[in-house]
């Protein structure tokens, strides 16, 4: 059986528990670290890079925004991100998806609907709550600012992030 790599980033220490029992019950043979802050989530992934999926809080020490994201997708490119997030807005989920995301779990899903988006995430397909409609999702200012962050390079996007926050913040480390 293969043995999946997964990292849970969530400040809330109860939730990053409630997701580790949904991976557990979901992947009988994996292994799963966790994250608190971004700048720990950074650290995991440079020591062990060949992580199958992350699951990231969009509301984490570190982080501003969907800042977290556009840096994963930038540093570490070739491991997905799902979002877990409290956020259930459909502007919210289209914005993480344009920006890279492979997914969106809603905090206030139920555990067998977190297990059903694990599956189908770790099966290398893209999972959205039913509230969304990706087939329509409308094209505005957000997405065309997704369109031009996709376009830059791994260094125009950390220059553009510490130009957004001011400094070299949490998101160059």
Known sequence: MTVFRLVIADD????????RLAVAQT????????ADSFDSLCARLRATPDVDLVLLDLN???MHGFSGLLY???????VPVVIVSANEKPR?????????AVGYIPKSAAAGEIR????????GETWLPAIIDIHHPGRNDDTELAIV??????Q?????????????ANVTS
Do not use: W, Y
């Open 149 to 154: 962050l996709n376009s830059l390079t791994p």
């Open 72 to 78: 994963l997708r930038a540093e570490f490119a070739a």
């Open 92 to 100: 919210v989920i289209r914005r993480a998806l344009d920006l890279g």
């Open 116 to 123: 059903e988006a694990l599956r189908a995430l770790l099966a």
């Open 60 to 62: 984490m020490p570190g």
């Open 12 to 19: 809330h220490p109860l939730f990053r528990d409630a997701l």
């Open 156 to 168: 125009q996007t950390r220059a553009a992030l510490a130009s957004l926050l001011g400094c070299k």
């Open 27 to 34: 992947v009988t043979d994996g292994e799963i670290v966790e």
